[in-house]
Nanobody, 119 residues
Framework: QVQLVESGGGLVQAGRSLTLSCSAS????????MAWYRQPPGKQRDLVAS???????DYADSVKGRFTISRDNSKNTVYLRMNSLKPEDTAVYYC?????????????WGQGTQVTVSS
């Protein structure tokens, strides 16, 4: 089993920055990808950014150039640096770990951390 613990959320003014952290523990050897998703109030949960074991990153168009995903393998931690925050970035942010066993994929989720951007 994989456990994910997020931290770093909070209330911030528009234009400011915030960094989220996600620490993974447990059976992490088969994790192939880490990602951040977000879910605004009343909306669906969408992918924000992802990073593979090989370091390949991907971003939602709405955050390209503003957000950066990175990982520290020595700490089993993935980060999301969010710059130039906008009110529309307000959401609960969830850390995701995609685990692979043979041909099967399993998704693990953190408990979520609230990010609120005031105008």
């Amino acid at each position: 089993q994989v456990q994910l613990v997020e931290s770093g959320g909070g209330l911030v003014q528009a234009g400011r920055s915030l960094t989220l952290s996600c620490s993974a523990s447990g059976s992490i050897l088969n994790i192939k990808r880490m990602a951040w998703y977000r879910q605004p109030p009343g909306k669906q949960r969408d992918l924000v950014a992802s990073i593979t074991n090989g370091g390949t990153t991907d971003y939602a168009d709405s955050v390209k150039g503003r957000f950066t995903i990175s990982r520290d393998n020595s700490k089993n931690t993935v980060y999301l640096r969010m710059n130039s925050l906008k009110p529309e970035d307000t959401a609960v942010y969830y850390c995701n770990a995609r685990e692979q066993h043979n041909l099967s994929l399993y998704n693990h989720w953190g408990q979520g951390t609230q990010v609120t951007v005031s105008s």
